[in-house]
């Protein structure tokens, strides 16, 4: 009986730092108190998150982190950017009568296929369909959208701006940029040249982007052309 008396006052126990009511965790504090008191040796310096008040962003009702602002208006003061209403929350498990799920970023409603699939998010998929994340990955590797990548590809109908042709693997025609601009593998955007195929993209790596090497190439193999 003792010992049920003790579990029961366990169960019901709150956490030892003066007007938290939070339930007990561990070493008579609660689960926010006992990780300050591992972090820093000393708990109740802090307040738990449920004490704090709202963003001090105009009309932004979200709990208050750091800086008088929400979490997501503080990353937005600490890149230097101007304070702006968020979209909505979006439900990325939701699905409409079609089966069809809304981008995160270009908020179209598109089917599951145009996602890719993640076993470790809620739902399965991607909350941002292919096509933004590909923009996505355009934008930060050369500082173009996936639309001027289209519009460059259809300037050049398809293919290769060397060769007119493709990959043989099947995959997208890279695009070629100015190395003397940007030498890391990045681009600024504003040295893109065009879109090549792997061979000729190698080949002029390889020629150090060296007209000179590229025409003395060509007139090898003309001396040596057999018929």
């Given amino acids: 009986m003792a010992d049920l008396r003790k579990q029961i006052d366990m169960t019901h126990r709150t956490c030892g730092v003066h007007r938290c009511m939070r339930p007990h965790a561990a070493r008579d504090y609660c689960d926010f108190h006992y990780r300050e008191w591992k972090r820093c040796g000393v708990a109740g310096s802090t307040a738990p998150p449920s004490t704090f008040g709202t963003c001090s962003f105009t009309g932004c009702d979200r709990q208050q982190r750091s800086g008088a602002l929400c979490k997501a208006h503080y990353l937005q003061k600490f890149k230097g950017e101007e304070l702006r209403t968020l979209r909505p929350h979006l439900d990325t498990t939701a699905r409409d009568e079609h089966g069809r799920k809304q981008c995160s970023r270009c908020r179209e409603w598109k089917p599951a296929g145009d996602y890719m699939v993640n076993d470790r998010i809620k739902g399965g998929l991607h909350s941002f369909c292919y096509r933004c ?11 173009i959208t996936l639309d001027e990548y289209e519009a460059m590809l259809a300037a050049q109908s398809g293919g290769c701006a060397i060769c007119r042709g493709i990959n043989a693997s099947g995959r997208n025609l890279y695009v070629d940029h100015d190395h003397a601009c940007c030498p890391g593998g990045k681009s600024c955007g504003q040295c893109v040249r065009a879109l090549l195929c792997d061979p000729c993209n190698r080949s002029i790596g390889l020629m150090r982007d060296d007209p000179e090497r590229l025409e003395g190439a060509a007139a090898y193999l003309r001396r040596h052309a057999r018929g």
């Avoid at 994340?133 to 500082?143: C, P, V």
Wanted: hydrophobic share 35%.
């Fill in 133 to 143: 994340w590909r923009s996505d990955k355009l934008k930060a590797a050369y500082g």
